[in-house]
């Protein structure tokens, strides 16, 4: 455990973060810098897999059953889909997206399976890594706590090529964009060609989540499937082709 807290805390100096910010984004120069942030980024990844702070040192109640963290990080990927948490079925395969929401997404962002799992292409990286577990309704519950704080920001400092992100859900629009999320998911969503025209780093679109839970939003809100997703599937192509 205290290596887990220490690793998530200060794997990364200031030095290695400014090395790792000069890897070239385009070009053919493919120094010894890309390999070396492909190897921290793999044993990086290994130890965030190996994670049990949810279990050990909880915020709050423990995970109700044993971790099974499931991500995706790239070092080469432009594209971070930065979703909200494993489902059930995705617990099980350690694969995200292996549901009809992943069949939905691909649909949405104009994509072949083979593209989607294309590690080269696209990151996936959620706010939180394990299946949290379902309320009495039967629904999932939110994003485990302890994930994001211990792990997202030197995930993101060893992914120096993603350009743009997508922050599915209300969670990762909170940690992605700041003050610049709306009050409603419906209203940062509405927003999007201001929130696509912010100034800063990465481009940024927001997405509602593609659950099955959500066809009645899709349904009361018809610009989103109007407006954005052609603009969204041209943008994911412009970066795939």
Known sequence: MRQCVALASGSFQPTERRRLAMIP????RFSDEIMVNEDALESF????RACRIC??????KRLPHEPRPVLRPSSSARILIASQ???TKVHITGMP???????????WLGVT???FYDIEKFAIVPMGFCFPGQDAKGGD???RRECAPAWRAPLMALMPRIDLVLTIGIYAQSWHM?????PSLTETVMDWRAIWNAPGGHKVLPLPHPSWRNSGWLKKNPWFEMDLLPFLRSEIRYRLD
């Open 25 to 28: 984004k385009n070009g053919s």
């Open 45 to 48: 990844a290994a130890t965030v």
């Open 55 to 60: 279990v050990e040192n909880p915020i709050g």
């Open 85 to 87: 948490a494993p489902g």
């Open 97 to 107: 997206f292996t549901d009809a929401s992943g069949d939905r997404l691909r649909s």
């Open 113 to 115: 399976s083979e593209e």
């Open 141 to 143: 519950l939110p994003p």
């Open 178 to 182: 700041g003050a610049a999320r709306r």
